[in-house]
C-alpha cells in the first residue's frame, strides 16, 4: 500500500511516479493500494474512492480533519491487508510549509506493519543558503524528518540520489534510482533531414535566471558552431516562472527561436524526444537523479545540458555512471559532436529491485 500526498496525475512528479510504478507491480502479479492523504480541494464530500476493486485507490482531501483521516487510513490498511505499507516522502506534499510534524501522528496506528520510507526529498540545504527564513525551515525539517525514523521505525529506507543516501548512511537506507515519467514508445531514434537544432525543454521553470541564461548562452554559441538556428520546444504548463523563461530564450537565441507546444499525451512527448537533439534540464549534477522528467530525457537516449559546470569528480557515481555520456555543463566545449544514447526503460528494473528490496528484509 502506497501512500502519498496528491494523487494528482501529470503535475506531481510523485503521483506519477507511484502510478507508474503500481501498473509494472500489477503487472508482475502484486496487489497495490493507493491512498493520497493530503490531496487537492476538488475533491467532493472530503474523501472520494475512485476504485474499490482489488487494487483499491483513496484519495483524502487537504481539508479533511486529522481524527477522520487516521481512520480512514487504518481503516483502509485493515482492508488490504498489506505485506508493506510505502510512504513516499516529500516534505510539502504533507504540509502546506513543508512541516509535516503531523504526518507522524497521522500514521501510528499502521507502525504494526512493514513500513518502507522512500525520501524523494530532505531538508532544504540550510548550510549553504542565503535566506534565513530557509535556514530555519531546513533545520526544522530535519528535526521532522528524523522525528519521523524515530517514531515510525521503518524497516526499509531508500531514496533516489547520492546526495540524500549519504545524509541518510547513519539509517542504512538504500538506492532506488527514479525511472523516467515518460516511456519511448519506440525502440530506436526517428530520423529525419534537419536543418535546425531541436532544443526541447519539459516541465516547469525555477526562479534562477542566471543559470538559466549560462544554459541559453551555450545553447546559443552551439549553434554558431553548427552554423544553423535553435527551435526551442518547451512542452507542459511550464510553471509559474514561465513568462520570465520565455523572454531569456528570445532575447538570446532570437524571437522565433521559441516553440511553446503546451501538455501533450505521453506517445505525443516521447516522439518529441526522439526527434530531438538535445534537452534542457533545470537541474544540475548533485541532483538530476531526482528529476522525472531529466530521467525521461535520458532514457531517450538525448544528450542533456545540466545546469552548472562539470563537476571535478573523473568517474560519476551509480547510476548517473549509466548517463555519463550523455551529459553536457555549461563548461563543456561549445564545438562538440551531439551523439545520442541508447533508448531505455529502467521501470521494469527499479520495480524489480524495490521487490527485492522488500524479500531481502521480510528474511533477514
Request: charged share 20%.
Amino acid at each position: 500500500m502506497f501512500i502519498v500526498g496528491s494523487l494528482v496525475e501529470k503535475k506531481n512528479g510523485v503521483a506519477d511516479y507511484v502510478l507508474n510504478l503500481s501498473k509494472t507491480l500489477e503487472k508482475l502479479g502484486h496487489q497495490v493500494a493507493i491512498i493520497s492523504i493530503n490531496d487537492s480541494k476538488h475533491i467532493t464530500n472530503n474523501n472520494k474512492i475512485i476504485s474499490q476493486e482489488s487494487n483499491p485507490k483513496v484519495r483524502l482531501s487537504n481539508n479533511l480533519p486529522i481524527k477522520h483521516k487516521i481512520k480512514l487510513i487504518n481503516q483502509t490498511a485493515e482492508q488490504f491487508n498489506p505485506d508493506w505499507i510505502s510512504l513516499q516522502f516529500v516534505s510539502f506534499a504533507y504540509h502546506k510549509k513543508g512541516l509535516p510534524f503531523s504526518l507522524i501522528y497521522l500514521l501510528n496506528g499502521i507502525k504494526k506493519y512493514k513500513l518502507h520510507v522512500m525520501f524523494h526529498e530532505l531538508w532544504i540545504d540550510y548550510k549553504n543558503s542565503t535566506s534565513f527564513k530557509n535556514k530555519i525551515l531546513g533545520k526544522l525539517q530535519k528535526v521532522c524528518i528524523k522525528m519521523l525514523i524515530y517514531k515510525l521505525k521503518p524497516q526499509l529506507i531508500t531514496t533516489s540520489i547520492n546526495t540524500y543516501l549519504s545524509k541518510l548512511e547513519k539509517n542504512n537506507a538504500h538506492l532506488l534510482p527514479l525511472f523516467g515519467n515518460i516511456k519511448s514508445f519506440k525502440s530506436e531514434h526517428l530520423s529525419t533531414l534537419k536543418n535546425e537544432i531541436n532544443v526541447v525543454f519539459f516541465g516547469s521553470f525555477s526562479p534562477n535566471q542566471h543559470e538559466f541564461l549560462m544554459q541559453l548562452n551555450w545553447i546559443k554559441e552551439y549553434s554558431k558552431s553548427k552554423m544553423l538556428p535553435v527551435k526551442f520546444n518547451v512542452i507542459g504548463n511550464n510553471g509559474i516562472h514561465k513568462e520570465a523563461a520565455f523572454s531569456a530564450i528570445k532575447n538570446v537565441l532570437g524571437q522565433y527561436a521559441l516553440n511553446c507546444i503546451g501538455e501533450k499525451d505521453e506517445n505525443e512527448v516521447s516522439e518529441i524526444f526522439l526527434n530531438a537533439d538535445i534537452g534542457i534540464s533545470r537541474a544540475n549534477y548533485e541532483y538530476f537523479g531526482k528529476s522525472g522528467s531529466t530521467v525521461a530525457m535520458l532514457e531517450h537516449g538525448l544528450p542533456v545540458l545540466l545546469r552548472g559546470e562539470q563537476p571535478s569528480m573523473t568517474i560519476l557515481e551509480a547510476p548517473q555512471n549509466n548517463f555519463a555520456k550523455q551529459m553536457i555543463f555549461t563548461s563543456s566545449p561549445t564545438n562538440i559532436k551531439l551523439e545520442k544514447g541508447e533508448i531505455k526503460n529502467n521501470q521494469l528494473w527499479v520495480t524489480t529491485r524495490l521487490i527485492n528490496m522488500f524479500n531481502n528484509n521480510s528474511l533477514s
